[in-house]
């Protein structure tokens, strides 16, 4: 019912910056938060942020520490997260998180993106 297209992954030196977005398409769903999680292989997966799309809260990571802003375009249903100070420890799968109700079936759904990394190193 959504998919979820990201961008923006790749390689940067530490002290670096990638900018990922993630749109969402689809029919009869409306979205209520989008956000991002990451996961290294061997460990859980983990909160990077979101957003709320009613009224723009964000939720971030303890790690993040003003490091990440994440935002969107309600318009294009599009979420972009902009990393800034990239350190070798956010090397990582970055995925794409959608919530939301499905208008059709009247019930709660959420989607995943597959992944772009994001690889730290010098």
Known sequence: Q??????????????GSLRLSCTASGRDFSINVMGWY?????NERELVAT????????VYGDFVKGRYTIYRDGAKNTEYLQMS?????????????CDG???H????ANFWGP?????VSS
């Open 38 to 42: 990451r996961q290294v292989p061997g």
């Open 105 to 108: 079936y009247e019930s709660l």
């Open 115 to 119: 992944g772009t990394q994001v690889t």
């Open 85 to 97: 100070n990239l350190r070798p420890e956010d090397s990582a799968v970055y995925s794409c998180r």
């Open 101 to 103: 109700l499905s208008r």
């Open 2 to 15: 959504v998919q979820l297209v990201e961008s923006g992954g790749g390689s940067v030196q530490p002290g």
């Open 51 to 58: 957003i709320r799309s009613n009224d723009g809260r964000t």
